[in-house]
């Protein structure tokens, strides 16, 4: 089972770009008859608050699985959240999306690049299943490095195999599991 925000990241990104990253928790907005719904237009409204297109977020979700999501929240709360965002805000994000965590959890780093410094920062939230209080895997990572969306791809892919992909506590996935990489150039 696939959580309604993966299948609407998947179209969103089917052409290797993403401008923004939306995430709600509290509920996985999975198994829910209108989720598909919701989660586009849950990027319909981020799009209008930051003036981009719909089609340009990745969306996530991270909670219970199985209850109705209203969008009443989504309609107040995103206008607001695109105008929190700033360059400082990386713990207020990772401590936003925290379900079952005990603490945030977030990581930068600077390192040259052709005689370039660049940075490169990620936020996360879950462990894995564990029973019974399960968390949903999400990263999100950022970066200015000049790479293409090609290549960027293929460097997520290759080590999410020996790290992400390595992580079993009782043999389960949440059927919101994320990893997710941007470029800001």
């Known amino acids: 089972v696939k959580g309604a925000p993966l299948l609407v990241t998947k179209q ?31 990027c319909g409204l981020a799009a209008k608050a930051a003036d981009v297109n719909p089609d340009e977020f990745v969306i996530a979700s991270t909670g219970v699985i199985g209850q109705a999501l209203p969008l009443a929240p989504f309609v107040s709360g995103i206008p607001k959240a695109v105008k929190e965002l700033s360059a400082t805000g990386s713990l207020a994000a990772a401590t936003a999306i925290m379900t079952t965590d005990t603490k945030p959890k977030e990581y930068a780093l600077e390192f040259p690049v052709g005689g370039q410094s660049c940075k490169i920062g990620a936020i996360g939230k879950g462990s894995g299943m564990i029973h019974p209080n399960m968390a949903t895997m999400l990263i999100f990572i950022t970066t200015d490095v000049a790479i293409s969306p090609a290549m960027l791809q293929k460097a997520l892919g290759e080590v999410t195999v020996t790290t992400f992909n390595q992580i079993s506590i009782d043999n389960d996935t949440s059927t919101n599991d994320m990893a997710v990489v941007l470029v800001s150039l």
């Open 12 to 42: 969103n990104i089917a052409n290797g770009h993403a401008r923004g990253i939306l995430c709600n928790s509290g509920n996985a907005n999975t198994c829910n008859p209108d989720g598909v719904d919701i989660a586009e237009s849950c």
